[in-house]
Nanobody
Framework: QVQLVESGGGLVQAGGSLRLSCAAS????????MGWYRQAPGKEREFVAA????????YYADSVKGRFTISRDNAKNTVYLQMNSLKPEDTAVYYC???????????WGQGTQVTVSS
């Protein structure tokens, strides 16, 4: 059973940056594709970014393309989401997920809050 723990969220001003981390235990992250999702108050959870197990193919939502970067360090069993040029509309709880398929995730973290003030 893979357990995922996100960290790195917080309060930041618009235009600022944050780096989220997702650490895994109980399994080897290198076996999984990894994704980041977010959920804002009153909205459905939405896709943010994903990275294949090899790390050589990444995917981004149009809303974050050019501002966010997903990466992974399989040796550290950790996935990252570097978020630059943050906007108030990026405010949400961010979740990481692991799965055998890029579009279907089996394991989810508990989430970390990101708040961007204007």
């Amino acid at each position: 059973q893979v357990q995922l723990v996100e960290s790195g969220g917080g309060l930041v001003q618009a235009g600022g940056s944050l780096r989220l981390s997702c650490a895994a235990s109980g399994g080897t992250l290198s076996a999984y594709h990894m994704g980041w999702y977010r959920q804002a108050p009153g909205k459905e959870r939405e896709f943010v970014a994903a990275i294949r197990w090899s790390g050589n193919i990444v995917y981004y939502a149009d809303s974050v393309k050019g501002r966010f970067t997903i990466s992974r360090d399989n040796a550290k069993n950790t996935v990252y989401l570097q978020m630059n040029s943050l906007k108030p509309e990026d405010t949400a709880v961010y979740y990481c997920a692991a799965g055998a398929m890029v579009s279907s995730y089996d394991y989810w973290g508990q989430g970390t809050q990101v708040t961007v003030s204007s």
